[in-house]
């Protein structure tokens, strides 16, 4: 259990640290790679880059998910956090837009898509992995670690790495040099990944079914037919705004406390820190929270706390300046855990919602789709932002219509504890819209 779980949680914390990498040296690499007249039409541009290896996602949940269902957990997640050190270390070999023209955008854009699909592949094997590998009591406690501790340890990771790199190349030595040994960082990710993953085992729910004469896994265009829409449509709904709170705070604070609030490389390094280490504790605790009161109450509660929270954080946070560094750790790790709470029972939601023989591609195929739209709200805010002054205003109102989607997916989703237990199979037992409610376990066996 713990080394399933473990496997799962730095798995996806490696593979997050590539994607965070492009958020810490977005205001470097802008220049280099997408030279524009504005401060806030490079960063957009370089959050466009983001954005589409975020699109790219849910192709790799569908490849790769396929490739989880049919051949085993375990050897989709070798494959794929393999293939995410490569291509995230080859960004930082590539030329300039100075020394090759346009054709430096086009590559460095090429990798994000390929580096998007191979991400998206991850997550098919590592949010299945661990809650199917752990017995009913744990499955929320787990979930939140490998969202929450694959988010945390990913951010802290960056983080660290960072201070480390603008120490060895300070000033004009980072814009030359230190943003490539950033991205040259993802292959070492990659080789310890793979060191661990040698002491873990294949997931005994995907065994079981495996075993099972006619075990061939269920098509991705299942999860069009009609018992199962609506399952699909509510799923999406509240991952998206899930996704939209993590990369409107986690993953834009680094570009906030850089532009908004002026924070020089070094104190803004050790703020990303303590505030990347809250995530952990809070996505264990909400996540066992939904294995004791359930998956949904949890979900509502703590969108109705973040549709008033989040915005007027973002607006305190606004008129600070790089001297109140106590006042903004304060209000970024209150952003940073009430943000991240929100999708920390979200994997374990996405297993139960569907069966074995589906779980991989149904689980990376909502996680990255509603990651993907959510991620794209931060390339919406820079460009919905004419000036630097105007980020704090966009970005509070896109957080509450974000929440506000988290919500509406929240209100219209049944209980879903203790469907997973009840199909270990891969049956379609939990496929109705009514079905996962009436699986739910008492509060006395959580």
């Known amino acids: 259990m713990v080394t399933a779980g473990s496997a799962s949680t730095v798995g996806f ?60 957990r375990r050897r989709s997640m070798i494959v794929t956090i393999t293939g995410v050190g490569l291509a995230t270390a080859l960004m930082g070999a590539l030329p300039t837009y100075d020394t090759v023209g346009v054709l430096a955008p086009l590559l460095f854009v090429v990798l994000r898509l390929v580096q998007g699909l191979l991400v998206g592949g991850v997550v098919a094997s590592t949010h299945t992995l661990g809650t199917e590998t752990v017995s009913q009591r744990w499955r929320g406690l787990v979930s ?44 070492a990710a990659s080789l310890i990944s793979l060191l661990l993953f040698r002491f873990i085992e294949e997931s005994p729910l995907w065994a079981q079914t495996a075993s099972r004469p006619a075990a061939e896994p269920a098509p991705a265009r ?25 990369y409107l705070s986690s993953g834009f604070l680094p570009t906030f406390l850089g532009s908004v609030n002026e924070v020089p490389p070094g104190p803004r390094g050790m703020l990303l820190v303590w505030t990347s280490l809250a995530i952990l504790p809070v996505a264990l605790l909400v996540g066992h929270l939904s294995e004791r009161f359930g998956r949904r109450p949890i979900f509502l509660g703590v969108g109705v706390v973040n549709l008033v929270a989040l915005p ?135």
């Open 312 to 446: 007027l954080l973002v607006l305190a946070m606004a008129g600070l300046g790089p001297a109140d560094t106590g006042a903004l750790l304060g209000y970024g790790l209150l952003l940073t855990v009430l943000a991240n709470a929100s999708y920390a029972a979200v994997p374990i939601y996405l297993n139960e919602r569907f069966p074995t023989r589906l779980r991989a591609t149904a689980t990376a195929l909502v996680w990255n789709g509603g990651f993907a739209l959510g991620g794209l709200s931060t390339t919406f805010v820079t460009a919905a932002s004419p000036t630097v002054a105007d980020i704090p205003g966009r970005l509070a109102l896109f957080l509450a219509g974000c929440v506000a989607v988290f919500l509406i997916g929240a209100a219209l989703s049944p209980e879903t504890r203790g469907a997973l237990e009840r199909s270990p199979a891969g049956t379609d037992a939990q496929t109705g819209p009514d079905a996962p409610a009436a699986a739910a376990t008492p509060a006395s066996q959580a």
């Open 222 to 246: 299942d999860l069009w037919a009609p018992g199962r829409r609506g399952v699909l449509l509510t799923s999406l709904a509240l991952v998206i705004g899930a996704g939209a709170q993590y």
């Open 13 to 72: 914390a490696f593979d997050l640290f590539d994607l965070f990498i492009l958020l810490y040296v977005a205001s470097t690499i802008g220049p280099l790679f997408f030279p524009a007249e504005s401060a806030t039409l490079q960063l957009a541009a370089t959050y466009a880059s983001f954005g589409v290896s975020l699109v790219m996602r849910p192709l790799g949940g569908a490849v790769f998910g396929r490739y989880a269902d049919r051949l085993g």
């Open 144 to 187: 939140g670690l490998i969202s929450g501790g694959g988010a945390g340890l990913g951010a802290v990771i960056a983080s660290l790495v960072f201070l480390a790199v603008s120490a060895a190349f300070p000033g004009p030595a980072f814009t030359e040099w230190g943003w490539r040994v950033m991205f040259f960082t993802g292959l």
